[in-house]
């Protein structure tokens, strides 16, 4: 695997995306500015800057055009890439980008290191493209894979701060009811998840919630 002139060019592409997206977003709200956790999946941004989208809920993804065989679901706020087939625009034929761990076969995280979830998926059945490996600190081999698969477009937004802002105006009337709201960033994203395993009861969330709050609270923690 040549990887070196790769991680060079997507440094740079990287750079670049991120420098737009900066300007884009001066003059928007303080609380919905951070772009938060997508580092690592903007490689692939520079061709295809007009077709990312992001699930506003958690979003079943699928093997096939037809959506009969599930590979597993997408996370709130995960940032994919609808293929351009303008043959067949509404199939939603997508990829992502994200990083898997071995020995875990039903996640796949948007950083190497970090327990933030792109997608939960269903066990062994699922396929990917590798697209390079990291040995952490610790030992642990992550492996950056590409994702194909089909998505029901209607759940799908073209602004990670539409989810960004629903998910804000939940957790704001949810986790404020006890004490005062928390910060994100009093945590870091893999202490998150601990936490909301007891708040979410305290609240009384749905899982559909929880997976937003989750959601934003970890891309938007203590780095
Ligand atoms: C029914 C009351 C109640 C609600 C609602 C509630 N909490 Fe809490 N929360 C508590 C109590 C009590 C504590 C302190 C004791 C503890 O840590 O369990 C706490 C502590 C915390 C802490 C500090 C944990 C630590 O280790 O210092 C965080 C962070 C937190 N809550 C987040 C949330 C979030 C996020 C929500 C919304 C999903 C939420 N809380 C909703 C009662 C609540």
């Not at 300007?23 to 997508?38: F, N, S």
């Not at 699930?55 to 293929?83: C, F, R, S, V, W």
């Not at 709201?181 to 893999?190: C, I, M, R, S, V």
Request: glycine fraction near 8%.
């Amino acid at each position: 695997m040549s990887f070196s002139p790769d991680l060079n060019r997507n440094k740079t592409r990287q750079l670049a995306w991120l420098l737009a997206r900066l300007l884009l977003l001066i003059g928007t709200q303080a609380a919905c500015a951070q772009p938060g956790g997508t580092a690592g999946q903007a490689t692939s941004g520079a061709q295809q800057p007009d077709q990312a989208r992001y699930a506003e809920q958690p979003t079943p993804i699928y093997a096939d055009a037809g959506h009969t065989q599930t590979l597993g679901m997408l996370t709130p706020g995960t940032k994919l890439y609808l293929e351009r087939n303008p043959n067949a625009p509404a199939q939603g034929a997508f990829f992502l980008d994200g990083w898997t761990q071995q020995g875990n076969d039903t996640a796949v995280f948007l950083q190497q290191g970090k327990r933030t979830l792109a997608a939960s998926m269903n066990g062994k059945s699922w396929r990917f493209q590798k697209l390079g490996e990291i040995k952490d600190d610790y030992d642990n081999l992550w492996t950056h894979i590409r994702l194909n698969g089909y998505v029901d477009t209607k759940t799908l937004t073209a602004s990670q701060d539409t989810v960004w802002h629903a998910a804000i105006t939940l957790y704001s009337a949810r986790c404020s009811a006890c004490h005062a709201l928390h910060k994100p960033t009093e945590f870091t994203a893999n202490q998150w998840p601990g936490i909301l395993e007891i708040m979410a009861k305290n609240a009384a969330l749905q899982p559909p919630e929880k997976a937003l709050i989750t959601q934003y609270l970890q891309t938007h923690a203590k780095p």
